[in-house]
Structures are given as structure tokens and as C-alpha cells.
């Protein structure tokens, strides 16, 4: 499902639909208004959206913990090789400093990306 919304809404819309509606079953209606959670979370045009795919059904949301906690991680690595003070990291990705730490010692960004040393 979550491949899915990232291909009609794009990754930033899809995370603040998980984060608001992750865990719950969510009614699409068909003509969204603008004062109605679906649109207040991810706008007019991701509401159009997400009703012309759905609209008329009840979306059952992920929550969507393991993609979320990746997509922080290669933002505080991106942060991170811009510069970014760790305080400043944490407050922007919404953690503790603590955990920007472990990240950037543990984690390392897209490892499937990344060359493999030689043998």
C-alpha cells in the first residue's frame, strides 16, 4: 500500500497521511472539501488525488514505522553532510540528539546504493 500512495501522492504527502491517519481505516470521499481531515493533511490537489484512485472506499493505512524511521535517517545524513549542527538536525528531523548521533555512527545512507569494497 505504501508503494502505492508514494506513486499517486509522492513521498511527502504519504508520510504526513501515515503519520495523521497510520494504523486506522480512512474514508475517501469523492469529492473531498476543503475543510475535511484528508485535505487539511495533504492539501487540495493530494486530496483530488488520492479521491480520483479511491474515492468512495475506506483506505486501510499502514503504519508505516520502518519507512518513516529510514526516510529520517537519510535526512539527518543529508543534514548532516551539509553542515547541519546535530541540535539543529534533531529539532528539524524531530528526535534526540542522542539518536542523530546513533544514526550517523550506525546507519549508513542507501546501502544498497553504495560500492562494495573490494575483496
Not at 484512485?53 to 543529508?78: S, T
Request: aromatic share 6%.
Amino acid at each position: 500500500m505504501l508503494e502505492e500512495l508514494i506513486e499517486i501522492l509522492g513521498h511527502e504527502a504519504t508520510l504526513k497521511l501515515v503519520q495523521r491517519f497510520g494504523g486506522t481505516a480512512l474514508y475517501i470521499p469523492q469529492n473531498p472539501q476543503a475543510n475535511h481531515p484528508l485535505t487539511l493533511t495533504i492539501g487540495e490537489q493530494g486530496a483530488a488525488l488520492l479521491s480520483s484512485y479511491f474515492g468512495g472506499e475506506n483506505l486501510y493505512l499502514p503504519l508505516g514505522r520502518k519507512w518513516a524511521r529510514e526516510l529520517q535517517r537519510e535526512r539527518i545524513h543529508e543534514l548532516r553532510s551539509s553542515a547541519v549542527p546535530l541540535t539543529e538536525i534533531a529539532k528539524s528531523v524531530g528526535c534526540t540528539t542522542r539518536w542523530v548521533r546513533m544514526v550517523l555512527k550506525d546507519y549508513s545512507p542507501n546501502p544498497i546504493n553504495q560500492p562494495q569494497p573490494p575483496l
